[in-house]
Structures are given as C-alpha cells and as structure tokens.
C-alpha cells in the first residue's frame, strides 16, 4: 500500500427527500456532488439527519459512491459520514467504506476533510492504494 493525498474544490446539492417517519426532528435529503482537482468524480448518496433536543446539537449520516478518477486512477468507492453537532460543537469524520473501491481503485482505504471557507467546499483526501 502507498499513502497519497488529494485535494480540490468540489459543488454539493441537497434536495429534500420524504422522511421515513412523520417525526419533525428528522431529515432526509439526495447527496449530489461534482470534485475537481485531483478527484475528478461525481457522487450520489443519501443523508438522515435528527436534531437534538436543545439547539446546536444534532447528527447526520450519509453514504455516496464516487465515481471517476482520483489521480488519474479510474473507478468507483463508496464513502460513510458521521457528522455531530454538539451544542455547537461539530465534528465530523467521512471514510472510505472497506472493500468498496472497483476497477484501478480496487483497495482504496482512507479519510476525507471538508472544508468550508467563504461559502466553498473544498476536500483533502488522504488515501492508499495498493501498489
């Protein structure tokens, strides 16, 4: 396994999608991205998300499949998002789903950040891949 690490802005779209249940607390929403720079890729996904009783605090989950090219190797991967609100507080961790990478990017394991800065998303990827 080598270790690389990619990084570019990207565009997301959430549209509302009907929830499960009737219960105003939670939300589902469509995930559709478009990557530039070293992941030249689209996703599509889906998102719940539950907020907590006191404001600030709430959680989201989310699974998409990339689908292009992350530095020049072509396939598909699919990514899992834990996102938490705590009072205010966020954190958040997206990985790679094991096992889920096809074609060149069989193997594929690692870690996204996203970032936020004046309204733009952006990425760093920290990734192996087999030799």
């Known amino acids: 396994m ?13 549209n509302p999608l009907t929830p499960y249940n009737d219960d ?9 991205k478009v990557f530039h720079g070293d992941l030249d890729a689209t996703s599509k996904g889906e998102m719940l998300s539950v907020s907590g009783g006191v404001p600030g605090s709430a959680i989201y989950v989310a699974i998409e499949r990339v689908t292009g090219a992350l530095n ?7 990514l899992h998002h834990t996102g938490i609100m705590n009072r205010g507080s966020p954190s958040l961790s997206i990985h790679v789903v094991p096992d889920s990478g096809t074609d060149e990017l069989t193997g594929v394991t690692g870690a996204m950040t996203i970032i936020i800065e004046n309204g733009k998303h952006s990425y760093a990827f920290d990734y192996e891949l087999p030799d």
Do not use: Q
């Not at 105003?24 to 559709?32: A, N, V, W, Y």
């Open 2 to 14: 080598s270790k690389h690490h990619a990084a570019g802005p990207f565009e997301v779209k959430l």
């Open 72 to 78: 020049g190797r072509k396939g598909a991967f699919a």
């Open 24 to 32: 105003p607390t939670f939300g589902r929403r469509s995930l559709d």
